[in-house]
C-alpha cells in the first residue's frame, strides 16, 4: 500500500531521473490534482493511503509529463492574476509577465468612463477576462481567429462571471464596427521568429505554433497592429502590447508618425516586456 507521500518521494525522484526541470513541484501539482486536494493537504494527509485507481491516474499523468507535455495541460488549469483559468492545448498557457501588461493597461484605463478595451489574440481569455473584472464599467471585446481558443475563453468568462464579448476573425478584422471608438487595443501576440521553433523547450511546443509564431522575424503581428490599429482607436488611445527579449526597441522604431512610445515596462527579470503607445491625434 502506497502512502501519499510515497507516492510524491517516488514521482519526484522519477521525473529527476527523467530530467524534468521542477521534478518535485510537478509531482506535487499532478498528485493534488488526482486526489483533487491543495497541495498544502498533501502534507497534511501525508499517512494516507492511495487506492489503485488513485494510483493508475497518478501514473498515467506522470508518463504524459515525461513525454513532454506541460503541467497545466494535464491539470487542465493555470493561475494567472490570482484567479484559475481552463486550458487545454489550443491555448497558450498563461505567463506570469502577462500580468503586467494587464495592470499596466488597467491603470491606463482606470480613469477612463466606461471605456472600450479590446483583447486581440484573446486565447484563453486571461487579459480581457481580468480587465473586465478589473475595470467593471469597461466594455471588453476578445478576438482570437481560433474557434477552439474562444471555446476555451468563453468557458473562462462564464466561471468568473466575467462580461466579455468574443468575437472570432483575424486580427482587427472583426471589429469595424467599432472602428474610430476604441479606448484600448490591448495584445500579447505571438512573437516567436519561425526559425526559432526548433530551440523552444519541448514543453513550448506541445502549445498551438499559432499562438506563438510570429513570421519570419518574429514582429509580423506588431507590424500589423501599428498599421491597423491606429483607425481603431480614438486619438489618444492606448495600444498595450507584451513583447519578446530584445522586441521593445525594434517595436518603438516601428511606430511611425500614428503613434507617442509612452513607455516600455521591464519584466522581473529586467527585459522590457510591455510597450505602451498612445495614438497622435490627426
Ligand atoms: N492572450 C493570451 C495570453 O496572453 C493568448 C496569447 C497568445 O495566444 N499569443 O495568454
Not at 14 to 21: E, L
Not at 120 to 132: D, F, P, R
Request: aromatic share 6%.
Amino acid at each position: 500500500m502506497l502512502t501519499i507521500m510515497e507516492a510524491l518521494q517516488k514521482a519526484a525522484a522519477y521525473f529527476a531521473r527523467q530530467g524534468i526541470p521542477s521534478a518535485r513541484l510537478d509531482a506535487e501539482v499532478l498528485l493534488a490534482h488526482v486526489l483533487e486536494l491543495e497541495r498544502i493537504d498533501l502534507y497534511i494527509q501525508h499517512d494516507r493511503p492511495l487506492i489503485k485507481g488513485e494510483i493508475d491516474a497518478y501514473r498515467q499523468l506522470l508518463q504524459e509529463r515525461t513525454k513532454g507535455v506541460p503541467v497545466p495541460y494535464l491539470t487542465g488549469r493555470r493561475e494567472f492574476f490570482s484567479r484559475e483559468f481552463f486550458v487545454n492545448p489550443s491555448v497558450l498557457i498563461p505567463r506570469p509577465e502577462t500580468e503586467l501588461l494587464v495592470e499596466a493597461a488597467a491603470d491606463w484605463c482606470k480613469g477612463l468612463k466606461a471605456p472600450l478595451i479590446v483583447d486581440v489574440g484573446t486565447g484563453s481569455g486571461i487579459i480581457a477576462i481580468t480587465l473586465a473584472l478589473l475595470l467593471p464599467e469597461s466594455k471588453v471585446v476578445g478576438v482570437d481567429v481560433s474557434a477552439e481558443a474562444l471555446a476555451v475563453a468563453r468557458r473562462n468568462a462564464d466561471h468568473h462571471g466575467a462580461e466579455v464579448e468574443f468575437r472570432q476573425g483575424d486580427l482587427l478584422c472583426p471589429l469595424q464596427d467599432l472602428k474610430g471608438k476604441l479606448d484600448a487595443i490591448i495584445a500579447n501576440p505571438p512573437y516567436i521568429a519561425e526559425g526559432e521553433w526548433e530551440e523552444l523547450p519541448r514543453e513550448v511546443q506541445q502549445e498551438p505554433a499559432l499562438a506563438l509564431l510570429g513570421g519570419v522575424d518574429g514582429l509580423d503581428f506588431y507590424r500589423r497592429l501599428l498599421l491597423e490599429g491606429a483607425a481603431m482607436l480614438l486619438p489618444g488611445g492606448l495600444l498595450a502590447l507584451e513583447v519578446g527579449w530584445g522586441q521593445a526597441d525594434k517595436v518603438a522604431a516601428m511606430a511611425g508618425d500614428h503613434w507617442r512610445v509612452e513607455r516600455t515596462i521591464p519584466d522581473y527579470a529586467g527585459i522590457p516586456r510591455v510597450i505602451m503607445l498612445t495614438r497622435r491625434a490627426g
